[in-house]
């Protein structure tokens, strides 16, 4: 199949040979041509396979005809963080090259002034962080009465983030007759909820998971000893001895690792950055730009911060911690092998992560070769039975040097709950339930990080939780026990 059986304009099909495609991705080629016949539609995809175009090449085709008005945008692109929303951008820059397309950001960290000058002038494209458009909305800036067609990007992990209250809103301020173009990776029930609430007869689109990652990444494990330094020493190891390692994404389960492992990196002289949903905006700016333009080579993230971004041509993904969700390995390794190149991707495990392993082998439906020894049975067994011996609820001792994993107890903690992928990139509202969501606490004041309090898990209010540093935190306490007691000898 070529591009020019899609029906996409001319002066689109010469942007996508300028960029140097020549082929359409299998999501493409599903996907465009119900696009273009103005059909909604359901597609099951992950980042690296093409979906951005998949919806930005016909987009830029309808848009030929009519024009944009002041305040009103034609077209409206929902994306959870700034980053992935500046890379669908990009995108319409990239494939817009031949066109005189208008189109604005909508994201936190931006000045409010910028964005709205270019709105008053008249939007074709509003690509935008729900909080942000809300923001907008609200200050009576925005008219979404124009919107023809409707784009709601990374649903799943608009999900994670507690956003789906908004996209709701959202969805009830945009005209009903619109086109909507939906897009996850995963199908949770609320997820299927809202499609089955605000999709008009879909054409359902999916592109197999395991088949996009599988075939050009090569998989390995490794062993090491499960304390902090022993991990440590095994993976400059493995960035050591990596064959033909031009660059490596190094994922941790915690923030709190991609710091250590950050700073001991740094300390051994390797050239590296980190990424992790408390720094600031230019910090992860800053990081990701270096990274993308080779003058770091190793990156150091966590799930939440790297989920989504389009980083091309990594050649290493190395997972320091084995992911506690078998749906994070896949998102994880699919960072390298995109868009056919060749990727590996290496996973540390201990032998307390055999049983995170099998969930994983078990999600790609293959067992993943062992670099060196593997771990028998009864290492796993054993690591088992010392996890029970040493007591407390999670087996896992809290605090101190040589633990398992070196986490706080707040985080360990708040990695097992209910939304566990998202609870670093949301500081402000860590245990705020997506559905309880009130404006003051709206989840995008996670994306203004300038004001955000560094330390907030005891600022939580309304949650049905406990927080995840209990000591800490004093918020559900009546003041009148807060009060100093004085005690008077008899
Ligand atoms: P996405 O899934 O949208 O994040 O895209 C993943 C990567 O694939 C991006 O770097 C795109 O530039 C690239 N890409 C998109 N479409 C094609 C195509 N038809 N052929 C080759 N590469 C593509």
């Not at 817009?96 to 936190?108: D, F, P, R």
């Not at 199908?187 to 050009?216: C, D, W, Y």
């Not at 992560?353 to 796993?380: C, F, M, N, V, Y």
């Not at 009130?438 to 955000?452: C, H, V």
Request: glycine share 8%.
């Amino acid at each position: 199949m070529s591009f020019s059986e899609l029906g996409l304009s001319a002066k689109v099909q010469a942007a996508v040979a300028a960029a140097g495609y020549t082929e359409p991705t299998p999501i493409q080629a599903q996907a465009i041509p119900h696009v273009l016949a103005r059909r909604d539609v359901l597609g099951i995809a992950q980042t690296g396979t093409g979906k951005t175009a998949a919806f930005t090449l016909p987009m830029i085709t309808m848009l030929e005809e009519g024009r944009a008005r002041a305040r009103m945008p034609r077209t409206l692109i929902l994306e959870p963080t700034r980053e992935l929303a500046a890379q669908v951008e990009d995108n319409f820059v990239k494939y817009g090259v031949n066109h005189k397309l208008s189109v604005a950001l909508l994201i936190g960290g931006v000045s409010f002034g910028d964005q709205d000058a270019k709105l008053t002038r008249g939007v074709d494209v509003l690509i935008a962080t729900p909080g942000r458009l809300l923001d907008h909305f609200e200050r009576g800036r925005l008219l979404l009465t124009g919107v023809e067609l409707l784009v709601i990007d990374e649903a799943d992990r608009m999900l994670d983030m507690g956003f789906i209250p908004d996209i709701e809103r959202i969805c009830k301020m945009v005209p009903f007759t619109r086109q909507t173009l939906f897009f996850t990776a995963t199908m949770p029930p609320e997820i299927q909820r809202i499609t089955e609430q605000f999709l008009h007869n879909p054409i359902k689109v999916e592109v197999s998971r395991a088949a996009s990652t599988a075939t050009t990444i090569t998989q390995r494990l490794v062993r090491s000893g499960k304390k902090d330094f022993e991990k440590r020493d095994t993976l400059r190891a493995l960035v050591r001895g990596a064959d033909s390692l031009k660059n490596a994404i190094i994922f941790c389960n915690r923030k709190s690792e991609v710091a250590t492992v950050y700073k001991s990196l740094q300390k051994h002289e390797f050239s590296v950055a980190a990424l992790h949903g408390d720094m600031d905006q230019s910090a992860r700016t800053a990081a990701l730009t270096a990274f993308r333009d080779g003058k770091t080579q190793l990156l150091v993230a966590s799930d939440v911060a790297a989920r989504g971004l389009d980083i091309p041509d990594v050649s290493h993904v190395f997972n320091y911690d084995t992911p506690h969700h078998a749906e994070d390995y896949v998102h994880r390794i699919g960072r390298t092998g995109r868009a056919g190149r060749l990727g590996t991707a290496i996973t540390i495990v201990t032998p307390e992560d055999t049983k995170l392993l099998s969930a994983i082998e078990k999600l790609i439906g293959q067992p993943i070769e062992w670099a060196g020894d593997a771990i028998s049975d009864e290492e796993a067994s054993e690591a088992k039975r010392e996890r029970r011996g040493a007591g407390g609820r999670s087996g896992r001792s809290s605090g101190g040097r040589g633990e398992p994993r070196g986490e706080s107890r707040g985080e360990a903690r708040s990695e097992t709950r209910a939304e566990p992928r998202a609870a670093e990139e949301r500081p402000a509202r860590r245990s705020a339930e997506p559905r309880a969501t009130t404006r003051a606490e709206r989840p995008e004041r996670a994306e203004r990080p300038a004001r955000q309090p560094e330390a907030p898990v005891s600022r939580d209010r309304g949650s049905a939780r406990p927080p995840a540093s209990e000591e800490a935190d004093m918020s559900h306490m009546p003041q009148f026990l807060l009060r100093p007691v004085t005690y008077r000898g008899k």
